[in-house]
């Protein structure tokens, strides 16, 4: 079992940054995909970004390509969201998951077995 918990969620204007932290817990020694998704209202879940186990490969949603780095930090059991040049379609509830298989981008996100509670992102035009 493994528990996530995201933080660092909040209120931007256009144009700002917010960095989102997902922290870990619980067997973490094992090899773990781990991604970002989002869900605005009234819209499906949908994945912005991905990282391998090591964080040597990492892939991006096309809406978020340029604008958002995520990283991790294996020491800290920690997975980052880096989110520049923030744009108001980017308001909605971010999540971090998990899963222990390869990644591959565009994993649907009945394929991630741990989930985090989300954080809220609302950025104002």
């Known amino acids: 079992q493994v528990q996530l918990v995201e933080s660092g969620g909040g209120s931007v204007q256009a144009g700002g940054s917010l960095r989102l932290s997902c922290a870990a817990s619980?067997?973490?020694?094992?090899?773990?995909?781990m991604a970002w998704f989002r869900q605005a209202p009234a819209k499906q879940r949908e994945e912005v970004a991905g990282?391998?186990?090591?964080?040597?490969?990492?892939y991006y949603a096309d809406p978020v390509q340029g604008r958002f780095t995520t990283s991790r930090d294996s020491a800290k059991n920690t997975l980052y969201l880096q989110m520049n040049s923030l744009k108001p379609e980017d308001t909605a509830i971010y999540y971090c998951?998990?899963?222990?298989?390869?990644?591959?981008?565009?994993?649907?996100?009945?394929?991630?077995?741990?989930w985090g509670q989300g954080t809220q992102v609302t950025v104002s035009s």
């Open positions: 990282i391998s186990p090591g964080g040597t490969h990492t």
């Open positions: 619980g067997y973490t020694n094992r090899p773990y995909c």
């Open positions: 998951a998990a899963v222990q298989i390869p990644c591959s981008p565009s994993r649907p996100a009945s394929a991630y077995n741990y």
